[in-house]
């Protein structure tokens, strides 16, 4: 059995219109890569519009990011590296 995805290929994609600008496109995926960003930054500012979507967007955003990893990072640095202690705040 294979599992067949609805990937464009090189052979595919190459010489077809872009689905966001209509012109011949040459970038692998078939739309050009100014012209995916230009629609991520369209449907950014179309969610921005919605002040109560954009707040729970953010929300579940920062709830979803998890803790830093710099600051494990810095710590491990700190130890390992530079041998410094950490400086109580009053
Ligand atoms: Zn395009």
Sequence with gaps: ?????NVPTVATSL??????????????GGTHPQCSFLAADQ???????DADGWA????LNIA???????DRTIAEYAASIW???PCPIP
């Design 43 to 49: 449907k950014l500012l179309e969610l921005y519009r």
């Design 15 to 28: 010489g077809k219109p872009c689905p966001v600008c209509g012109r011949t496109s040459y970038s692998l």
């Design 64 to 70: 979803g990011s998890g803790k830093f990893s710099s």
């Design 56 to 59: 729970g967007k953010a929300i």
């Design 83 to 85: 041998d410094a202690q």
């Design 1 to 5: 059995m294979s599992i067949k995805k």
